[in-house]
């Protein structure tokens, strides 16, 4: 019996929960959903898990694009669970994850919120907190992992129908807000945000980087790079910048490469 874990990290936090499953439950594949192409299972599984984050009170467009394409027909798993990272409110993400598996045949048997450190930099400053928010959520993630373990049933709650209009539009706007990025002279073209980027939304044109319009708002490129010199308006320059501590950028880097199954 196998497991799998897909995932979508753009600045670590759902790359770490996914990995921390992994090592203790053994045997388990950690594979990108937003570089996972034609993504087909088969034969017997024990468990297949979803870690992502909650963008706009829902599922981010590419989780989406991914559960809808992923081929589970020729497929046979014990326990699927879902475990969305938020930073104050996680909406309909897990609601939607049902759906979307429900149309495949498919039970969504566990699913769990994990609070994590809230990190859109574009519309707030960050918490000072970093290694006391961290530690409350590796503290949570040791109990959602125990249940899983486990092999515990979570009813997913209903979906807030009043937040799926809300959803969609921002999900819709999210694709084209790179516009607003701007690069200032302390850029060294060194590339980082390019290869952090999850979904290959950054062209290096005469080594500036250059947004290419179908972004997900994870900011990884802000936050990762090392001279703060991307930006979202006149909005961030002061603001602080995070990644999670347990993954550098070299680790996601490697991690987010396209995966052929």
């Given at each position: 019996m196998k497991h799998v874990i897909f995932y979508f990290s753009g600045t670590g936090n759902c790359l770490h929960v996914a990995r921390t499953i992994a090592k203790k439950m053994g045997g388990t594949q950690?594979?990108?959903?937003?570089?996972?192409?034609e993504p087909k299972l088969e034969g017997e599984y024990e468990s297949i898990g979803f870690v992502y984050p909650t963008y706009f009170q829902g599922l981010p467009g590419v989780v989406e694009d991914f559960v809808r394409r992923l081929d589970v027909s020729d497929c046979n798993c014990a326990y699927y669970y879902g475990i969305t990272t938020y930073g104050e409110l996680q909406g309909n993400a897990l609601p939607q994850l049902a759906t979307l598996l429900r149309e495949k045949g498919a039970m969504l048997h566990y699913s769990s919120g994990l609070k994590m450190f809230s990190n859109y930099v574009v519309m707030y400053n960050l918490s000072k907190e970093v290694s006391s928010k961290t530690?409350?959520?590796?503290?949570a993630l040791q109990n959602i992992?125990?249940?899983i373990l486990q092999r515990k049933l979570k009813k997913t709650?209903?979906?807030i129908p009043f937040l799926?209009?809300?959803h969609g539009?921002?999900?819709?706007r999210s694709k084209s807000l790179?516009?607003?990025?701007q690069v200032n002279d302390a850029c060294i073209s060194c590339n980082l945000c390019q290869r952090v980027c999850p979904v290959n939304n950054i062209e290096m044109v005469k080594g500036k980087p250059t947004f290419l319009n179908h972004c997900e708002q994870c900011v990884a490129c802000l936050h990762y790079?090392?001279?703060k010199a991307i930006n979202y308006k006149e909005k961030t320059q002061t603001r602080r910048r995070y990644h999670h501590p347990a993954v550098s950028a070299k680790q996601l880097i490697q991690s987010n490469k396209t995966v052929k199954y």
């Open positions: 950690i594979l990108p959903m937003a570089s996972f192409l530690e409350q959520a590796n503290l992992l125990s249940e709650r209903r979906r799926n209009s809300y539009w921002q999900i819709k790179d516009r607003h990025y790079c090392p001279k």
